[in-house]
């Protein structure tokens, strides 16, 4: 199988520069979006890629701003920026440079977010995504008990006087990100909003009709716990949206954290396959 491994740089519409992996061989017709969300890059969903490329699909992974191999950015940015720029940037050059009408997307926390945000925006490109798989996704649940209030309240405290969450330090990525990305998502778990500067994305989330599958993992403590992902999901409002945390106790090989669940040998031999049939199950 000859296979095809090449980025491809994009101009966003604020002129910053991001790269699109495709990952393809030549026999595939079959597309699909993925990118990674904050501290990452593709490597977090690069093995994910190979997999659907291996079962017949080309693969288009886009690397955020200043993330990965796409450049530094020369301005500040959040959650919004990177939906309504970077995302927006791939739509446009596969749907209307490569022509491609049937997309589905599969994003790893954050980058579900971003694409949320993006759909519920620019609404005309909603109806060349097929489906979407979400893993590890919440913008605005965590905020459901005391002890993840004054988790919450003590990380955006002492991520605003470093100016930076430092991912590598904390071992949670291989980025570290301003303080000036995270307050965005800090603000929407504290006060149970999902805003943008001129746009409330919560109402407007059960417009999105197309089916969602929420993938979330029982050792997630913080960033994504399996309750304020399938609150996230339950926003959305579709009785074809699936939810499932996995765990030793629902039956799979270990209890994944908020990487692992994407990201593992594990993660490949039993979960990668059930992306697969839920793919093949909404083209």
Known sequence: MKRINEPIELITPDKEKVVL???ANLTNEKNVFLTHGTFSDKKTVIGLADFLVENGYNCWVLEWRSHGNSPKSTTQFDFETIALNDIYSSFDYLVHKLKITNLSCITHSGGGICLTMF????TNFQQYVDSIVLF????FSINYSKLNYTKLLTANFFSGLL???PGKRLKIGNHNETYFTMRQWFNWNLK???KGK???YLPKMKTLRMPIYSICSVNDKFISPPKACETFLDAFDNEKNVFEC???LSGYLEDYNHSRIILSKNSRKEIYPKVLNWLISNE
């Open 198 to 200: 001129d746009f409330d």
């Open 21 to 23: 992996w495709k990952i």
């Open 119 to 122: 759909l519920l925006q620019y």
């Open 136 to 139: 590890s996704c919440q913008a």
């Open 192 to 194: 149970s909003k999902f």
């Open 163 to 165: 100016g930076i969450v």
């Open 246 to 248: 996995c765990s030793l």
